[in-house]
Protein backbone atom coordinates (compact mmCIF):
# COMPACT_ATOMS: atom_id res chain seq x y z
CA UNK A 1 0.00 0.00 0.00
CA UNK A 2 1.31 3.45 -0.99
CA UNK A 3 2.31 5.78 2.38
CA UNK A 4 1.59 9.70 2.50
CA UNK A 5 3.61 10.89 5.64
CA UNK A 6 3.03 13.96 7.13
CA UNK A 7 6.65 14.66 9.21
CA UNK A 8 5.27 17.52 11.11
CA UNK A 9 1.81 18.10 12.28
CA UNK A 10 0.26 21.54 11.96
CA UNK A 11 -3.41 21.02 13.05
CA UNK A 12 -4.70 20.25 16.57
CA UNK A 13 -6.84 17.91 15.57
CA UNK A 14 -7.43 14.45 14.37
CA UNK A 15 -6.31 14.83 10.97
CA UNK A 16 -9.61 13.34 9.98
CA UNK A 17 -9.71 15.60 6.60
CA UNK A 18 -6.56 13.89 5.38
CA UNK A 19 -7.61 10.81 6.66
CA UNK A 20 -10.38 10.59 5.00
CA UNK A 21 -8.91 11.88 1.43
CA UNK A 22 -6.62 9.46 1.68
CA UNK A 23 -9.05 6.35 1.74
CA UNK A 24 -8.04 3.10 1.04
CA UNK A 25 -5.77 4.39 -0.88
CA UNK A 26 -2.79 4.55 0.71
CA UNK A 27 -1.84 5.04 4.71
CA UNK A 28 -1.67 7.97 6.27
CA UNK A 29 1.11 8.25 8.17
CA UNK A 30 1.28 11.37 11.12
CA UNK A 31 4.10 12.23 13.00
CA UNK A 32 4.54 15.06 15.53
CA UNK A 33 7.43 16.74 14.23
CA UNK A 34 10.40 15.81 11.43
CA UNK A 35 12.64 14.96 14.49
CA UNK A 36 10.63 12.48 15.30
CA UNK A 37 9.82 10.56 11.97
CA UNK A 38 12.32 7.20 12.22
CA UNK A 39 14.96 6.34 8.88
CA UNK A 40 11.89 3.65 8.26
CA UNK A 41 9.64 6.21 7.55
CA UNK A 42 11.47 8.26 5.30
CA UNK A 43 12.51 5.33 3.38
CA UNK A 44 8.77 3.98 3.31
CA UNK A 45 7.40 7.03 2.64
CA UNK A 46 5.86 7.33 -1.46
CA UNK A 47 4.72 10.75 -1.00
CA UNK A 48 5.33 13.63 1.46
CA UNK A 49 3.39 16.51 2.63
CA UNK A 50 4.87 19.55 4.20
CA UNK A 51 4.77 23.29 4.88
CA UNK A 52 9.06 23.51 5.07
CA UNK A 53 11.40 21.34 3.74
CA UNK A 54 11.39 18.52 6.11
CA UNK A 55 15.37 17.22 5.15
CA UNK A 56 18.19 19.20 4.39
CA UNK A 57 20.89 17.97 1.83
CA UNK A 58 22.67 15.30 3.85
CA UNK A 59 19.61 13.37 4.81
CA UNK A 60 17.69 13.53 1.57
CA UNK A 61 18.95 10.39 0.76
CA UNK A 62 16.80 8.36 3.51
CA UNK A 63 13.95 9.20 1.04
CA UNK A 64 14.61 5.69 -1.06
CA UNK A 65 10.66 5.48 -2.43
CA UNK A 66 9.59 9.13 -2.20
CA UNK A 67 7.58 10.12 -6.09
CA UNK A 68 6.26 13.46 -4.50
CA UNK A 69 6.67 16.18 -2.26
CA UNK A 70 3.34 18.54 -1.92
CA UNK A 71 4.16 21.60 0.48
CA UNK A 72 0.33 22.30 0.95
CA UNK A 73 0.35 25.94 0.40
CA UNK A 74 0.61 28.69 -2.26
CA UNK A 75 4.66 29.92 -1.58
CA UNK A 76 7.52 27.37 -2.14
CA UNK A 77 10.40 29.54 -1.20
CA UNK A 78 10.84 28.15 1.42
CA UNK A 79 11.42 24.30 -0.35
CA UNK A 80 14.80 23.62 -2.31
CA UNK A 81 12.76 22.87 -5.54
CA UNK A 82 16.94 21.89 -7.01
CA UNK A 83 17.71 19.20 -4.32
CA UNK A 84 14.64 17.18 -4.85
CA UNK A 85 14.69 17.86 -8.77
CA UNK A 86 17.82 15.89 -8.83
CA UNK A 87 16.57 13.35 -7.05
CA UNK A 88 13.44 13.07 -9.55
CA UNK A 89 10.75 14.06 -7.35
CA UNK A 90 8.20 16.80 -7.94
CA UNK A 91 7.40 19.78 -5.74
CA UNK A 92 3.72 20.61 -6.01
CA UNK A 93 2.08 23.50 -4.05
CA UNK A 94 -1.58 23.97 -3.60
CA UNK A 95 -2.47 27.15 -5.40
CA UNK A 96 -6.22 26.76 -5.52
CA UNK A 97 -7.15 26.56 -2.13
CA UNK A 98 -7.34 30.32 -0.68
CA UNK A 99 -7.88 32.05 -4.18
CA UNK A 100 -11.27 33.31 -3.65
CA UNK A 101 -11.15 33.90 0.37
CA UNK A 102 -7.74 36.22 -0.68
CA UNK A 103 -9.20 38.17 -2.77
CA UNK A 104 -11.71 39.01 -0.65
CA UNK A 105 -10.04 40.32 2.05
CA UNK A 106 -8.18 42.49 -0.13
CA UNK A 107 -11.32 44.16 -1.22
CA UNK A 108 -11.74 43.99 2.64
CA UNK A 109 -9.21 45.90 3.23
CA UNK A 110 -9.64 48.63 0.36
CA UNK A 111 -13.02 48.76 1.24
CA UNK A 112 -12.26 49.71 4.79
CA UNK A 113 -9.41 52.28 4.39
CA UNK A 114 -11.53 54.10 0.74
CA UNK A 115 -14.74 54.04 2.80
CA UNK A 116 -13.19 55.31 5.90
CA UNK A 117 -14.63 52.43 8.26
CA UNK A 118 -11.78 51.79 10.50
CA UNK A 119 -11.47 55.86 10.66
CA UNK A 120 -14.74 56.76 11.66
CA UNK A 121 -15.07 53.86 13.88
CA UNK A 122 -11.83 54.75 15.94
CA UNK A 123 -12.60 58.39 16.07
CA UNK A 124 -16.24 57.76 17.50
CA UNK A 125 -14.71 55.20 20.22
CA UNK A 126 -12.41 58.06 21.34
CA UNK A 127 -14.62 61.16 21.02
CA UNK A 128 -18.37 59.37 21.00
CA UNK A 129 -19.74 63.09 20.75
CA UNK A 130 -18.31 63.70 17.63
CA UNK A 131 -20.40 63.27 14.45
CA UNK A 132 -17.92 64.19 12.02
CA UNK A 133 -18.99 62.71 8.39
CA UNK A 134 -16.90 64.57 5.88
CA UNK A 135 -12.91 64.16 7.15
CA UNK A 136 -12.77 61.00 5.27
CA UNK A 137 -9.24 61.81 2.96
CA UNK A 138 -9.22 58.91 0.91
CA UNK A 139 -13.01 58.83 0.36
CA UNK A 140 -13.93 58.04 -3.50
CA UNK A 141 -16.95 56.89 -5.19
CA UNK A 142 -15.44 53.03 -6.52
CA UNK A 143 -17.22 53.29 -9.66
CA UNK A 144 -14.51 56.24 -10.52
CA UNK A 145 -11.86 54.49 -9.03
CA UNK A 146 -8.79 53.80 -10.78
CA UNK A 147 -7.34 50.58 -9.61
CA UNK A 148 -3.83 48.79 -10.64
CA UNK A 149 -3.29 45.08 -9.88
CA UNK A 150 0.49 43.72 -9.83
CA UNK A 151 -0.01 40.58 -10.62
CA UNK A 152 -2.90 38.24 -13.08
CA UNK A 153 -3.10 35.00 -11.48
CA UNK A 154 -5.34 33.27 -9.73
CA UNK A 155 -5.78 35.73 -6.85
CA UNK A 156 -5.10 38.87 -9.29
CA UNK A 157 -7.88 37.53 -11.29
CA UNK A 158 -10.29 37.31 -8.79
CA UNK A 159 -9.47 40.53 -7.71
CA UNK A 160 -10.07 41.73 -11.04
CA UNK A 161 -13.49 40.61 -11.13
CA UNK A 162 -14.06 41.82 -7.79
CA UNK A 163 -13.25 45.58 -8.77
CA UNK A 164 -15.16 45.68 -12.10
CA UNK A 165 -18.51 44.05 -10.00
CA UNK A 166 -18.13 47.80 -8.17
CA UNK A 167 -17.67 49.25 -11.46
CA UNK A 168 -13.69 50.32 -10.97
CA UNK A 169 -11.48 50.88 -13.84
CA UNK A 170 -9.21 47.74 -13.95
CA UNK A 171 -5.29 48.03 -15.09
CA UNK A 172 -2.33 45.29 -14.41
CA UNK A 173 1.00 44.71 -14.48
CA UNK A 174 2.51 41.27 -15.39
CA UNK A 175 4.97 40.78 -17.76
CA UNK A 176 4.39 36.87 -17.77
CA UNK A 177 0.68 37.17 -18.77
CA UNK A 178 0.60 36.10 -22.40
CA UNK A 179 -0.87 38.84 -24.92
CA UNK A 180 -4.56 38.61 -24.69
CA UNK A 181 -5.46 38.30 -20.98
CA UNK A 182 -6.63 42.06 -20.89
CA UNK A 183 -9.25 41.01 -23.54
CA UNK A 184 -10.67 38.08 -21.81
CA UNK A 185 -11.62 40.12 -18.72
CA UNK A 186 -12.08 43.31 -20.68
CA UNK A 187 -9.59 45.37 -18.05
CA UNK A 188 -6.94 47.03 -19.02
CA UNK A 189 -2.83 46.27 -19.58
CA UNK A 190 0.63 48.05 -19.03
CA UNK A 191 3.90 47.19 -19.30
CA UNK A 192 5.57 49.58 -16.83
CA UNK A 193 5.52 48.93 -12.98
CA UNK A 194 5.73 52.67 -12.52
CA UNK A 195 2.82 54.11 -14.47
CA UNK A 196 0.71 51.65 -13.11
CA UNK A 197 1.54 53.32 -9.75
CA UNK A 198 1.59 56.64 -11.25
CA UNK A 199 -2.09 56.46 -12.71
CA UNK A 200 -3.99 54.17 -10.06
CA UNK A 201 -5.93 55.21 -6.86
CA UNK A 202 -4.98 51.71 -5.58
CA UNK A 203 -3.11 49.24 -6.19
CA UNK A 204 -3.22 45.83 -4.45
CA UNK A 205 -0.02 43.10 -5.06
CA UNK A 206 -0.63 40.03 -6.01
CA UNK A 207 2.73 38.26 -6.97
CA UNK A 208 4.64 35.36 -5.34
CA UNK A 209 7.75 35.95 -3.62
CA UNK A 210 10.98 35.03 -6.22
CA UNK A 211 14.42 36.57 -6.36
CA UNK A 212 12.56 39.01 -8.86
CA UNK A 213 10.14 40.04 -6.49
CA UNK A 214 12.11 40.38 -3.59
CA UNK A 215 11.75 43.84 -2.69
CA UNK A 216 9.56 44.38 -5.91
CA UNK A 217 7.91 47.89 -4.42
CA UNK A 218 10.64 49.79 -3.39
CA UNK A 219 11.24 53.58 -2.83
CA UNK A 220 12.01 54.03 -6.86
CA UNK A 221 8.59 52.55 -7.56
CA UNK A 222 6.71 54.39 -4.49
CA UNK A 223 8.08 57.48 -5.86
CA UNK A 224 6.11 57.14 -8.58
CA UNK A 225 2.99 57.10 -6.89
CA UNK A 226 -0.28 59.19 -7.74
CA UNK A 227 -0.33 61.47 -4.15
CA UNK A 228 -2.67 59.82 -1.51
CA UNK A 229 -2.32 56.18 -3.07
CA UNK A 230 -4.19 53.39 -1.27
CA UNK A 231 -1.71 50.19 -1.42
CA UNK A 232 -2.62 46.49 -0.33
CA UNK A 233 -0.47 43.83 0.41
CA UNK A 234 -2.21 40.31 0.92
CA UNK A 235 0.22 38.43 -1.17
CA UNK A 236 3.91 38.15 0.44
CA UNK A 237 5.37 40.81 3.02
CA UNK A 238 8.86 40.64 1.35
CA UNK A 239 7.81 42.13 -2.12
CA UNK A 240 7.28 45.40 -0.52
CA UNK A 241 9.78 47.61 1.08
CA UNK A 242 8.53 48.24 4.75
CA UNK A 243 10.48 51.05 5.42
CA UNK A 244 10.58 52.86 1.86
CA UNK A 245 6.66 52.28 2.55
CA UNK A 246 7.50 54.17 5.78
CA UNK A 247 9.04 56.79 3.95
CA UNK A 248 6.61 57.06 1.76
CA UNK A 249 3.77 57.43 3.96
CA UNK A 250 5.26 60.03 5.89
CA UNK A 251 5.68 61.73 3.04
CA UNK A 252 1.96 61.55 2.37
CA UNK A 253 2.72 59.97 -0.99
CA UNK A 254 1.54 56.75 0.04
CA UNK A 255 -2.09 57.93 1.46
CA UNK A 256 -3.17 54.82 3.46
CA UNK A 257 -1.72 51.14 3.06
CA UNK A 258 -3.85 47.81 4.31
CA UNK A 259 -1.44 44.91 5.27
CA UNK A 260 -1.81 41.41 5.88
CA UNK A 261 1.47 40.42 5.05
CA UNK A 262 4.95 41.64 6.54
CA UNK A 263 8.80 41.32 5.80
CA UNK A 264 8.91 40.05 9.49
CA UNK A 265 6.21 37.66 10.86
CA UNK A 266 4.67 37.81 13.69
CA UNK A 267 5.17 41.57 14.06
CA UNK A 268 8.52 43.36 14.47
CA UNK A 269 7.99 45.91 17.10
CA UNK A 270 11.21 47.88 15.84
CA UNK A 271 9.81 48.47 12.19
CA UNK A 272 9.41 52.13 12.25
CA UNK A 273 5.82 51.79 10.58
CA UNK A 274 5.30 49.15 12.69
CA UNK A 275 6.31 51.24 16.01
CA UNK A 276 3.87 54.09 14.37
CA UNK A 277 1.41 51.67 14.02
CA UNK A 278 1.38 50.23 17.27
CA UNK A 279 1.55 53.60 19.42
CA UNK A 280 -0.91 54.99 17.05
CA UNK A 281 1.26 58.21 15.61
CA UNK A 282 -0.83 60.99 15.12
CA UNK A 283 0.96 61.00 11.36
CA UNK A 284 -0.09 57.42 10.82
CA UNK A 285 -3.32 57.08 12.82
CA UNK A 286 -6.02 55.45 10.71
CA UNK A 287 -3.96 55.21 7.83
CA UNK A 288 -2.96 51.20 7.58
CA UNK A 289 -4.67 48.62 8.56
CA UNK A 290 -2.44 45.27 9.38
CA UNK A 291 -4.02 41.67 9.83
CA UNK A 292 -2.24 38.47 11.14
CA UNK A 293 -1.18 36.74 7.78
CA UNK A 294 -5.30 36.15 8.05
CA UNK A 295 -6.25 36.53 4.36
CA UNK A 296 -6.66 32.88 3.12
CA UNK A 297 -8.60 31.92 5.99
CA UNK A 298 -12.06 30.76 5.94
CA UNK A 299 -13.04 26.68 7.05
CA UNK A 300 -13.84 26.17 3.26
CA UNK A 301 -10.32 26.86 2.24
CA UNK A 302 -8.58 25.50 5.72
CA UNK A 303 -10.46 22.20 4.44
CA UNK A 304 -9.08 22.97 1.04
CA UNK A 305 -5.62 23.65 1.82
CA UNK A 306 -5.91 19.95 4.13
CA UNK A 307 -7.41 17.74 1.39
CA UNK A 308 -6.22 19.17 -1.96
CA UNK A 309 -2.50 18.37 -1.72
CA UNK A 310 -3.61 14.78 -0.86
CA UNK A 311 -5.43 14.50 -4.48
CA UNK A 312 -2.83 15.69 -6.39
CA UNK A 313 -0.17 13.36 -4.85
CA UNK A 314 -2.70 10.14 -4.82
CA UNK A 315 -3.36 11.17 -8.42
CA UNK A 316 0.16 11.18 -9.54
CA UNK A 317 1.05 8.04 -7.30
CA UNK A 318 -1.67 6.26 -9.11
CA UNK A 319 -1.57 7.66 -12.97
CA UNK A 320 1.11 9.27 -13.43
CA UNK A 321 -0.66 12.51 -14.12
CA UNK A 322 1.56 15.44 -12.69
CA UNK A 323 -0.30 18.54 -11.46
CA UNK A 324 0.82 21.98 -9.66
CA UNK A 325 4.70 21.10 -9.89
CA UNK A 326 6.66 23.69 -9.27
CA UNK A 327 10.64 22.35 -9.57
CA UNK A 328 9.44 21.20 -13.15
CA UNK A 329 12.86 23.18 -14.06
CA UNK A 330 14.95 21.19 -12.07
CA UNK A 331 13.38 17.90 -12.29
CA UNK A 332 16.12 15.96 -14.14
CA UNK A 333 14.05 12.67 -14.30
CA UNK A 334 10.57 11.72 -12.65
CA UNK A 335 11.60 8.50 -10.09
CA UNK A 336 9.62 5.63 -10.48
CA UNK A 337 7.99 3.65 -8.00
Known sequence: MLKLLWPALRWGDDYAFEREAVGDQAEAVLVEGVEHVTDEQWATADGIISRVDPLDADDVGKLQRC????????????IDLEKYGALGIPVCNVPDYGTQ????HAMGLMLSLMKGINRYDGVLRDAPDTWQQTDNPYALRLSTARVGLVGLGRIGTA???????????????????????ELAL?????????????????????????????????????????????????????????????????SEVIGA????????????????????WQAGDAW????????????????????DMRVNGVKVALKYLTTGRLENCVNEAHLRYRRQG
Open 257 to 276: AGLDVLPEEPLNLESPLVRA
Open 101 to 104: DVAD
Open 159 to 181: MALRCKAFGMQVTFYDPYRPNGA
Open 67 to 78: RILITPKVGFDN
Open 284 to 303: LRHRVLITPHSAFYTPQSQY
Open 186 to 250: NIHRTDSLEELFAESDIVSLHVPLTDETRNFINADVLDKARPGLVLINAARGEILDLEALCDAMR
